[in-house]
Each structure stands twice: as C-alpha cells, then as structure tokens.
C-alpha cells in the first residue's frame, strides 16, 4: 500500500511542477502545441501548421512570434530563447502564461512567459483581424 501512497505523491509533484512551469517541451516531437494564455482559456495549433518563428530582444524585452497559418501567436517574457530553440524541432508541447504568484518557484535559467496573446490572421493576407 505504502508503494502505492508513494506513487501518487510522485505523480502529484510532477503534475504541480509541470503546472508551475511557463512552457513543456519533450524529447519527440508533437502533433500540437497548446497554449494558455489565461487561466481559463486553452488553445491547440498543429506543428502542421507552423510557418515560422521570431525571436526579438530588445533593452531587456524578449518577444517570441510564431506564425502559423491561421494565428499568430506573441510570447512575451523572460529566457524566450529556449523557447525558440525547441520550435525548430517541433517537441514544444505547451506554453503557458505565468501567473504572477508562481514567479519566485521558477528556476534559474528556465523560460518565464509573462504574456502571451493570439491573433487570427485574415483570410487576404498576414495581417491580424481586428
């Protein structure tokens, strides 16, 4: 029984790490990336889908722009640039927006996404609808 107690603890503490956590990336690649730009709101786009990344950092601002071929999807935050890294291989499962409270649990050298927002792009070009 005492085994059993220990799994689900160990689940448990993975499951509020990874809660913790702006971003998951994994070892393979995935089909989707999820998005939580808040607490509520959830979003999947297909890796299919993906056209390009931007990574831009300026005076101490990171930005992260992934355009795909109906969002485009703005990063913004801390350490982005793993970030970047893990979308040329497509193994970026999630990214989501860091609550405030949860700042100081983040690790040292780990990405911090502290705003991310999500534009529909028009049909006649690349632009966000408004």
Same mark, same amino acid.
């Given at each position: 029984m005492? &085994?059993?107690?220990?799994?689900?603890?160990?689940?448990? +503490? +993975? =499951? &509020?790490?990874?809660?913790?956590? &702006?971003?998951?990336?994994?070892?393979?690649?995935?089909?989707?990336? /999820?998005?939580e730009p808040g607490a509520c709101e959830r979003w999947l786009l297909a890796w299919s889908q993906f056209i390009s990344a931007r990574y831009d950092e300026r005076a101490g /601002?990171? =930005?992260?722009?992934? /355009?795909?071929?109906?969002?485009?999807?703005i990063v913004h935050g801390r350490r982005l640039a793993r970030l970047f890294a893990d979308t040329k291989s497509t193994c970026l499962s999630c990214i989501r927006q860091q609550p405030q409270p949860d700042m100081a649990a983040v690790s040292d050298g780990e990405?911090? !996404?502290?705003? !991310? /927002?999500?534009?529909?792009?028009?049909? &006649?070009?690349?632009?966000?609808?408004?």
């Open positions: 005492s &085994s059993l107690k220990e799994a689900i603890a160990a689940r448990r +503490t +993975t =499951e &509020s790490a990874i809660n913790a956590s &702006s971003f998951a990336a994994d070892a393979v690649p995935r089909p989707f990336l /999820q998005i /601002q990171e =930005e992260l722009i992934l /355009q795909f071929a109906e969002h485009e999807v990405p911090v !996404v502290t705003a !991310v /927002q999500i534009h529909a792009l028009s049909r &006649s070009g690349r632009t966000p609808e408004t």
